[in-house]
């Protein structure tokens, strides 16, 4: 069966501190990946997702980028955070376009 | 970006009552799907719809696509205590099959 491991679980950073967030997927080949951040427990926010190796899309412009190394591998980062950074992401894959996505548990950033 | 009309935004009901929420667009929607997030987890598929009148229950859930293709409902019967979250319709519309448009979530409390 396939699973979705998200990491880490929480997170505190100081403005201006670098940010890596890491997804990863098993149980399947050639995954939709997708990072979303969630904010005040309500509405999911669509940020990056990705159909292959190398191949990210943004939807809409911010301090973070995204990176897909591996297949089923999906990095979510900064340079310098800001505290408008701060909220739920979640990392989710799919098996391919107009299908369900499945969510990990989340990472809960807090800048201070 | 578009969002899902969601309503109602919360309920507070009494242990054993049934429960009905919707969604609806101003779009013609080609998949519906709901979706059950814990407090500090990722949401959770309940249910996939994938064709205009498609009833289908899971449990004690139902859910339904709406004929015109630009609604939805899930219904809950006899709810028990661990029915409480949020939950969150969410579907791609004709003209996207890659980017899931979402509600913005019904909070559900259950009084036991």
């Known amino acids: 069966s396939q699973t979705i491991h998200q990491w880490p679980a929480t997170l505190v950073q100081p403005v201006g501190s670098p940010l890596s967030l890491e997804c990863t997927v098993e149980g399947t080949s050639n995954p939709n990946l997708y990072w979303y951040r969630q904010a005040a427990g309500r509405g999911l926010q669509l940020l990056f997702y990705?159909?292959?190796?190398?191949?990210i899309s943004s939807e809409v412009p911010q301090n973070l980028s995204a990176s897909r190394p591996q297949d089923r591998q999906f990095i979510l980062s900064s340079k310098k955070l800001l505290l408008s950074d701060s909220g739920f992401y979640l990392c989710?894959?799919?098996?391919?376009?107009?299908?369900?996505?499945?969510f990990g548990d989340g990472t809960r950033l807090s800048i201070l | 970006g578009q969002q899902l009309n969601q309503s109602p935004q919360s309920m507070f009901i009494q242990e054993g009552e049934d429960v009905s929420m919707n969604c609806t667009s101003s779009s013609i929607f080609n998949t519906w799907l709901w979706y059950k997030q814990d407090p500090g987890e990722g949401p959770v598929l309940l249910i996939a719809l994938y064709k205009a009148g498609e009833l289908t229950s899971n449990g004690r859930l139902t859910a339904q696509f709406g004929i015109t293709r630009k609604d939805s409902f899930l219904n809950i019967s006899a709810s028990i205590p661990s029915d409480v979250g949020i939950y969150f319709c969410a579907g791609f519309n004709a003209g996207n099959n890659r980017k899931l448009i979402w509600g913005l979530g019904t909070s559900l409390a259950v009084n036991p």
């Open positions: 989710a894959w799919s098996t391919g376009n107009e299908q369900p996505q499945h």
């Open positions: 990705s159909v292959g190796i190398g191949q």
